[in-house]
């Protein structure tokens, strides 16, 4: 008699809230994944954006502000695309995010119209490539579920070093994966059209496994509350949109299934176990359907079919401690569409009189975890505590704040102003914005590259970007174009790269006869190429330098082809020698170590005049130079209160600059003193710096981030570092700190980020506008690393003046930056000054310790064959003119006509002499039109 039980719930209503209701500055994306685009928490919203290929999160808050209106701002929390993201069940401002950058990172999100993070607290790398799917586990705190393509592994975020269980592979595309209400198993769907059951405590190969689905495009599988029951969303073989209910202790036979009608987007389900509500929505469907579930047939019942006002991106379940139970509010539902967040509130209708129907709210599941996750992985099997939804006996809600944290100031601080970071692992560099910022997407001009979102006004730098792009001098490098030379001579087939180098590393590092490139697998091998044998690499394994610790940097010295330097995260400095055309077997012993760092090592730097002089910084705090000849440590030099983003020497070699994480860009003269001879400020966003000298040394350019997040680029003076940037020149938002390559010929400096597609590229002048920005290079996928070869390398026939090697995740390709010039078979030597061979040292590192200073060589890239352009014969370019006469002859009317008829003649034809087709017609007597 069960089918003819009345439901409480069906007639639930939806009611779509009215535009001024709608959260506003959203600028959502359309991505290729698996996982959820918005995520809801009791306070927040999460949401993935469209800005730098999606590695960018918008951040708003469930509740409209004191003014009706919903603040929206953004965290760059990714160099790549955020597949996935999940709110913590048991902590409000707790969000899970990964990425197709392969990591999965954990922030403390604040309310939008306060300074978000501007670091993950903790960062997982699963080291399984593009991470698809993540979730946290329903009774246990710190605990998740990571999916990559094929492997799922379970987490404890107090212990990121190492997970505590990677499940048996499946054998194709992993589609979706949940949880069970009380934590003991774990689902998936497959692309191999098969639904697997988990229990990771027990065993690491499903305990339930069948073929069940009928189609291999993308599917989704829920728990149906606390039962046995699974829920899955797919496609039959007619490619019909359908739903299936599943016992998971037998998946041989589904329980029921019901038909959605047939279209192409994938369906997207949300179930609220309290009611039995399951709401329904696609991608790119512009409706959304209620159901209710029950555990006989027919188990899915229609409530109701709601038209939205815009196509669907994404779906979110507010949780149920939010509802306005007082109008009988069973659910809330938001819509992520292109522009905008809609709320979809679904209403039972009551009559108006009892403030809290109970027999519509049971006990829902509250915000207290039961146990640990260690308490899980031992085998503990303790369940959340259940709670009223009434108001008048529902917990009061918890303060997520950390203790260490400063409470929010009630004043919006200024752009200028530095606060104190909350705590270890979590930084402040980010501020909040009204509304999002847009990144400049690759195909948009570079004078738009550091606006918001339109519709929104230019910031002041931006006014005075787009009126010094208008007025202000212009460079001859403007039209630089960037562009990859012929496959003959890319490497392809990569396999195994080590793609998340830490962020002081540039990635891979080349000189003229070969590259070295990091690889993932365990022991920090490193894999060298020959650039005179580029083509398919094999796919057996490669020969590779074994450093037997993880790689924290790495570089060739500049003076000797063969000698690789590298630094590990054991503290130790070591030399490999390659031998010459290359690596031929694997290399286990290095030339030499060099110890005397006592934590992990930044970054390497050689000298650039003196011959094996190299400088290192570490997390010690401090800079060490090391006489690579007698393998020992010559100066120790200090005064960093904070992690050293980076370091440069000046191009005479007599002075240092570091720029670190306390806010100071400081100058060393390591022969004189050990402490800066020079200190001002940087920039004042913590996420990451690179600098390098420019002009012949009289300018230092860092490459950071403001206080928005936004990356910027700032000119100090070197004569008074004290006095702060002179000039500054913004670009984009997005995660990843931009590397410089400074070319002191052309004074063109190119930059670009771990994860970017996109190359920016300035011309540095030694007066205002200092910045001058010229055309940038766009590519179709996020590289990892761009290298520069010597200019020798660069084709001065066809104008290049910077050569480089692009690592992408399977290939290097060289890039070639070449000035479009029209006269090219002369020299064109206003672009090509005598150039210094940099690769050639001057002096020794005791001569240097010494007190002496080199001087570096200087050569023409001129052909012997080729004229300079500056001696080209000038070309005069002859303009004929008419005859005086013919302007100051006055003609008549009848003249001009006589001239427009003989030019329609002469295109149109002589009619008597070339008459139409139809002339030649036969027509009839004037006589038979009278019948």
Request: with cysteine; hydrophobic share 35%; aromatic share 6%.
């Amino acid at each position: 008699m069960n089918r003819f039980k009345t439901s409480k719930f069906k007639n639930t209503t939806p009611k779509i809230a009215k535009r001024d209701g709608w959260i506003g500055n959203v600028r959502a994306g359309s991505f290729p994944s698996q996982g959820a685009n918005i995520k809801s928490s009791p306070r927040l919203v999460a949401f993935v954006t469209e800005q730098a290929g999606g590695g960018i999160l918008g951040l708003t808050s469930v509740d409209p502000g004191s003014d009706g209106k919903w603040a929206v701002t953004s965290i760059s929390c990714h160099a790549d695309l955020i597949t996935d993201l999940d709110f913590s069940p048991f902590d409000d401002d707790l969000l899970a995010t990964c990425s197709a950058d392969e990591t999965v990172k954990l922030w403390r999100v604040r309310d939008p119209d306060q300074e978000q993070p501007g670091e993950a607290e903790v960062t997982l790398c699963p080291r399984e490539g593009r991470l698809e799917l993540l979730s946290f586990h329903p009774t246990s705190s710190g605990l998740l579920a990571v999916g990559s393509s094929k492997t799922v592994q379970i987490w404890d975020a107090s212990r990121p070093d190492a997970p505590l269980a990677a499940l048996e592979p499946h054998s194709e595309q992993m589609q979706s994966m949940s949880w069970k209400q009380d934590g003991s198993l774990l689902a998936s769907s497959c692309k191999d059209k098969k639904l697997r059951v988990f229990d990771p405590r027990v065993q690491l190969t499903p305990v339930q496994i069948a073929q069940c689905l009928q189609n291999n495009k993308d599917s989704r599988i829920l728990w149906i509350k606390d039962s046995d029951h699974i829920l899955t969303t797919g496609f039959d073989q007619m490619r019909g949109r359908e739903v299936k209910l599943w016992d998971s202790r037998k998946l041989t036979s589904s329980l029921g299934s019901a038909n959605l009608g047939t279209a192409s987007g994938t369906l997207m389900p949300l179930f609220d176990p309290d009611t039995g509500l399951l709401i329904v929505s696609a991608k790119g469907d512009s409706f959304i359907d209620c159901f209710e579930v029950s555990g006989s047939e027919p188990f899915l019942s229609q409530v109701s079919h709601c038209v939205t006002d815009a196509p669907t991106r994404g779906v979110a379940a507010v949780p149920k401690l939010v509802l306005d139970v007082s109008s009988c509010e069973v659910m809330r539902v938001l819509q992520l569409t292109d522009s905008s967040i809609v709320p979809v509130n679904y209403h039972v209708p009551r009559k108006s009189g009892q403030e809290f129907h109970a027999d519509l709210y049971p006990d829902t599941v509250g915000q207290t975890a039961a146990m640990s996750a260690e308490e899980w992985w031992k085998g503990g099997d303790k369940q959340v505590e259940r709670v009223s939804v009434d108001p008048a006996k529902r917990p009061k809600p918890k303060d997520t704040k950390p203790a260490n944290q400063m409470p929010a100031k009630k004043e919006v601080p200024s752009r200028k102003s530095k606060e104190e970071s909350p705590g270890p692992g979590c930084s402040t560099s980010s501020s909040p914005l009204s509304s999002l910022s847009s990144s400049a997407a690759p195909s948009r001009s570079p004078s738009s590259t550091s606006g918001l979102s339109s519709g929104c006004l230019p910031s002041p730098s931006q006014s005075a970007k787009a009126i010094s792009s208008l007025l202000g001098p212009s460079s001859k490098f403007r039209h630089l174009q960037g562009g990859v030379l012929h496959r003959d001579t890319h490497f392809t087939n990569l396999r195994g790269l080590n793609l998340t180098t830490p962020g002081e590393c540039d990635g891979f590092c080349a000189n003229r006869h070969r590259v070295a490139v990091p690889l993932a697998t365990a022991g920090g091998q490193i894999a060298v190429l020959e650039l005179s044998q580029a083509g398919k690499l094999a796919d057996t394994g490669l020969p590779t330098i074994q450093n037997s610790v993880n790689v924290a940097d790495f570089t060739w010295d500049p003076f000797e082809c063969h000698r690789l330097v590298v630094a590990g995260d054991d503290a130790k400095i070591r030399v490999w020698l390659v031998p010459n055309g290359g690596l031929t077997e694997v290399l286990t012993e290095p030339k030499a170590v060099l110890q005397g760092h006592t934590e992990k090592i930044y970054s390497i730097k050689f000298h650039p005049q003196a011959s094996g002089l190299l400088a290192s910084s570490s997390y010690d705090l401090t800079v060490r130079l090391w006489d690579l000849e007698s393998g020992r440590e010559v100066k120790v030099l200090r005064g960093h209160n904070d992690q050293i983003f980076g370091l440069a020497w000046s191009p005479d070699g007599k002075l240092l600059a570091t720029v670190c994480k306390d806010g100071k860009v400081r100058i060393y003269d390591p022969r004189k003193s050990a402490d800066p001879v020079q200190e001002g400020s940087g920039p004042e966003g913590q996420r990451g710096a690179r600098l390098v000298w420019v002009c012949d040394g009289r300018y230092l350019m860092v490459s950071g981030f403001d206080c928005r997040s936004e990356r910027t680029l700032y000119l100090y003076s070197t004569k008074s570092l004290s006095s702060g940037a002179i000039a500054s020149a913004p670009t984009d938002v997005s995660p990843s700190t931009l590397i410089p390559f400074y070319d002191p010929d052309t004074s063109v400096v190119i930059l670009t980020g771990k994860g970017d597609t996109r190359v920016y590229v300035f011309e540095i002048v030694p007066e205002a506008p200092y910045f001058l920005e010229c055309a940038s290079f766009n590519s179709s996928e996020p590289h990892k690393g761009l290298a520069f070869l010597p200019k020798t390398e660069c084709d001065v026939r066809d104008v290049e003046v910077a050569r480089g090697l692009r690592l992408s995740k399977t290939s290097i390709e060289p890039v070639a930056f070449k000035v479009p010039r029209i006269r090219k078979e002369f020299f064109q030597d206003d672009v090509y000054p005598e150039t210094a061979v940099w690769w050639e040292s001057s002096l020794t590192a005791s001569a240097w310790l010494a007190g002496s200073d080199g001087k570096y060589r200087h050569i023409s890239l001129k052909p012997k064959d080729m004229t300079p352009v500056s001696e080209a014969p000038k070309e005069v370019q002859v303009r004929k003119y008419l005859p005086s006469s013919h302007y100051l002859e006055e003609k008549t009317d009848e003249q001009k006509k006589d001239e427009l008829l003989s030019a329609m003649i002469g295109k149109l034809g002589n009619m008597e002499e070339n008459p139409l087709p139809q002339e030649s017609f036969q027509g009839v007597d004037e006589d038979e039109w009278d019948d």
